[in-house]
């Protein structure tokens, strides 16, 4: 049996209000083998902002240039995309609004919402045919349905709907234009990582007394006002041993408990791999006033995902531009996120594994599976 979920979006919940706009919208994605129904949608705000002068054009086309690279990432992933747009025409609207004024039964459904926003309809119809115009893609087409009689806007939206399903069930193969720009070949030969100075050291008694300082500041700021307005998320990638752990366990001993959660990304779950990448990262995300600690990151998919073939070329090289995105949206929601890399060198991580093998409480640290990743150094030192 098909799994369907219908989800109705109003205003934003105090909870909602609290995160990125987009984060609402992630959390009810449908799973693959899914239909997710979608009432109010991401296109609403935008629309009415812009109508009611709560945003300027600029506004409306970064909205709208967004809207575009969610919905060709979730075609990219698979996800086969409709929309409907019902439409009524001046008189018809108003005419509808009247006869249902009119009857004592169902004169509860016009509001006085409704004939406020009647009487703006030029603007909301220009300002959502521009909508309309620029978000209708190849890959998510608007499709405009006449709205005025109730038999003839059920029976056209059921076909197309059908007709849609059955010519993707009837595929043999995932579409062939899934493809992304070539990478920019590096010109100077040059590596990063490689020009690292990995020698630098802080004397014990410096350490201890810096940490000491850092952390009661980190503490404070953490309980001041301004930051009940923000949230903060902190990421940690790098080589493996090279101390991501460590680090983490310094910034939680100065925080309070209830305030942070650390996310330990491995492998992605059942429930995750049917999920677009990001959703995973998505679902995660702090209320203002809360902080979010990822011990590996969605950077995984440029890095392991891609040295591994855990996933397509096209896939990993989209990813650049889609995370780019996704923290462009958490800056814009409140967050203040810092990334941190931690490199060491390939001697210091196998003089590392070697400890760690003979020391009794770290040897479960190590595993067949990071010698294995090891000798892949140069691949994932590329990425």
């Known amino acids: 049996m098909l799994f369907r979920s219908t989800v109705a979006f109003g205003e934003p919940s105090d909870e909602e209000a609290e995160r990125p706009a987009m984060w609402r919208f992630w959390r009810s994605l449908p799973p693959k083998g899914s239909v997710g129904i979608v009432f ?8 009415v902002d812009r109508v009611l002068g709560k945003s300027n054009d600029v506004g409306l086309e970064h909205a709208v240039d967004r809207i575009v690279r969610f919905e060709n990432m979730l075609f990219n992933e698979g996800t086969l995309i409709l929309k409907f747009w019902f439409h009524l025409s001046k008189d018809a609207q108003k005419k509808r609004l009247k ?20 009487k703006i309809y030029d603007k909301f119809s220009r300002i959502s045919a ?10 998510a087409p608007w499709t405009v349905v006449e709205g005025s009689d109730a038999r003839y806007r059920s029976l056209t939206v059921g076909k197309i709907l059908l007709a849609a399903m059955r010519k993707r069930l009837d595929e043999k193969v ?21 020009s690292l100075n990995l020698k630098q050291k802080i004397d014990k008694k410096v350490y201890e007394k810096g940490l000491e300082k850092f952390q009661g500041q980190l503490n404070l700021a953490s309980r001041s006002k301004k930051f009940r307005n923000r949230s903060l998320i902190l990421l940690f990638e790098g080589s493996d041993a090279a101390g991501k752990g460590g680090a983490i366990r310094r910034i939680t001993g100065a925080l309070d408990a209830r305030q942070y959660t650390v996310i330990p990304v491995a492998a992605p779950t059942s429930e995750e791999r049917v999920q677009p990448y990001l959703w995973r990262f998505w679902r995660h995300i702090p209320r203002l006033g809360r902080v979010t600690i990822f011990d590996r990151t969605w950077y995984g998919r440029v890095l392991v995902e891609r040295v591994e073939k ?10 650049y531009s889609e995370i780019n995105d996704f923290e462009e949206q958490l800056v814009e929601g409140g967050a203040i996120i810092c990334k941190f890399w931690l490199q ?40």
Request: aromatic share 14%.
């Open 99 to 118: 006869e249902l004024e009119k009857d004592p039964a169902t004169r509860w459904r016009v509001t006085k919402l409704d004939w406020e926003r009647f």
């Open 310 to 319: 855990f996933c397509g070329e096209e896939d990993w090289m989209r990813a």
């Open 344 to 383: 060491i060198s390939s001697d210091e991580q196998f003089r590392r594994f070697k400890l760690r093998e003979k020391t009794s409480f770290k040897r479960f640290k190590i595993t067949d599976e990071d010698w294995r990743n090891r000798k892949k150094w140069n691949e994932y030192e590329t990425a």
């Open 174 to 194: 995932p579409p062939k234009d899934r493809v992304a720009a070539p990478l920019a070949p590096v010109m100077d030969n040059l590596q990063l990582l490689r």
């Open 130 to 139: 521009h909508t309309l115009r620029e978000t209708s893609t190849a890959y």
């Open 40 to 47: 109010g949608s991401w296109y609403t705000a935008p629309i």
